[in-house]
Antibody
Framework: QVQLVESGGGLVKPGGSLRLSCTAS????????MSWIRQAPGKRLEWVSY????????IYADSVKGRFTISRDNAKNSLYLQMNSQRVEDTAVYYC??????????????WGQGTLVTVSS | SYELTQPPSVSVSPGQTARITCSAD??????AYWYQQKPGQAPVLVIY???ERPSGIPERFSGSSSGTTVTLTISGVQAEDEADYYC???????????FGGGTKLTVL
């Protein structure tokens, strides 16, 4: 069965950096787009970024553009999110999700359990 | 910025039908998707492409679309359906994902 397991969350100071990882199993990772989605405590879901299957295409939400970098290693079935210049408002549970492109858009058919990132001094 | 509008809460008694709406100008041109999220858990896809149901999702979950509004319908609501429900689509360019504010379904 499809499994996505995030890791790397924790406490970081404002302006600091953190790298999240997501390890996939149960499907051919290299065939799928992947995304990061976050959810601040008590708030709505917020899409962060996605990456195409071959890493040739990446897109970021305006709120993280220039600070976060999504990447993947298909040989290791792994997805990453490098987060730099972190802000208090980046505090959230970060989910990785398998991403399905569709006509004029895309959606998320499997999600990991999430990893908590807390940005605080 | 592009927004999807959902009611904050919907309440129904067990066995009744719950309808959760999601509205936005671009919905006639873009598909909508629905996710169920229970406390402390990851979201689960319950409807895709407006009205398709993934395997493993009970038949009581259905979706429909009319103009600028899409609707998630849960027929014969059960206590286990109590959760937050989020609609999702993309902006008119098809590039940026947008989630609605979420609707808390309470089963009385």
């Amino acid at each position: 069965q499809v499994q996505l397991v995030e890791s790397g969350g924790g406490l970081v100071k404002p302006g600091g950096s953190l790298r999240l990882s997501c390890t996939a199993s149960g499907f051919t990772f290299s065939n799928y787009y992947m995304s990061w989605i976050r959810q601040a405590p008590g708030k709505r879901l917020e899409w962060v970024s996605y990456i195409s299957s071959s890493s040739s295409y990446t897109i970021y939400a305006d709120s993280v553009k220039g600070r976060f970098t999504i990447s993947r290693d298909n040989a290791k079935n792994s997805l990453y999110l490098q987060m730099n210049s972190q802000r208090v408002e980046d505090t959230a549970v970060y989910y990785c999700a398998r991403t399905i492109p569709e006509r004029s858009g895309y959606y998320f058919d499997y999600w990991g359990q999430g990893t908590l990132v807390t940005v605080s001094s | 910025s592009y927004e999807l509008t959902q009611p904050p809460s919907v309440s129904v008694s067990p066995g009744q039908t719950a309808r959760i709406t999601c509205s936005a100008d671009a919905l006639p041109k873009q598909y909508a998707y629905w996710y169920q999220q229970k406390p402390g858990q990851a979201p689960v896809l319950v409807i895709y492409k407006d009205s398709e149901r993934p395997s493993g999702i009970p038949e009581r979950f259905s979706g429909s679309s009319s103009g600028t509004t899409v609707t998630l319908t849960i027929s014969g609501v059960q206590a286990e359906d109590e959760a937050d429900y989020y609609c999702q689509s993309v902006d008119s360019s098809g590039t940026y994902v947008v989630f609605g504010g979420g609707t808390k379904l309470t089963v009385l």
